[in-house]
């Protein structure tokens, strides 16, 4: 059983997507395991994206995610890793195959509505960021 991280951006919430990609989530047979609806801390985000931190891109997506609300959700179940990056699709929405989050609902790089962990290395340690307090299940 794995878990992963996904983060429903700044843009996923103000239009409204949460139920959506929640909804997607929970009928692929995956469990939610924690679920929060947070103004998150720019510490945070910028621990969370570290890795790239000296990407031309790094200061605007994480001005981007403290730019409104943003939901973080533990996602439980077999292979969910593997399994929920391939149903977000991939990071640029053009080249995100239809049927994907982002190849329905979004446009943007920068818009690209949700975030999810790439391997169960950075899912437990963006786990541990997001959720100090622990999982509900
Ligand atoms: O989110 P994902 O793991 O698919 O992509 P990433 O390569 O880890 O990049 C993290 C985030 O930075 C992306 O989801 C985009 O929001 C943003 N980004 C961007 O704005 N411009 C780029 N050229 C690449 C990434
Ligand atoms: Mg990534």
Redesign the pocket.
Same mark, same amino acid.
């Given at each position: 059983m794995e878990t992963t991280l996904v983060l429903i951006?700044p843009g996923g919430v103000s239009r409204n997507l949460i139920g959506e990609i929640c909804r997607r989530i929970e009928l692929r047979g995956l469990e939610l395991a924690a679920l929060k609806l947070i103004n998150a801390d720019r510490a945070v985000v910028e621990e969370h994206?570290a890795? @790239?931190k000296e990407?031309?891109?790094?200061g #605007?997506?994480c001005d981007?995610l403290v730019s409104g609300p943003v939901v973080a959700l533990v996602v439980k179940g077999e292979n969910s890793v593997k399994a929920i990056?391939a149903m977000?699709g991939?990071?640029?929405p053009i080249e995100a195959t239809p049927g994907t989050v982002r190849g329905d609902m979004a446009l943007s790089?920068?818009?690209?509505l949700? @975030? #999810? #962990?790439?391997d169960v290395e950075a899912a437990a340690r963006e786990i541990g960021l997001w959720f100090p307090e622990g999982l509900a299940r």
């Open positions: 951006k994206y890795e @790239h990407r031309p891109f790094f #605007s997506v981007y990056r977000m991939a990071t640029n790089i920068e818009d690209n949700v @975030h #999810s #962990s790439s």
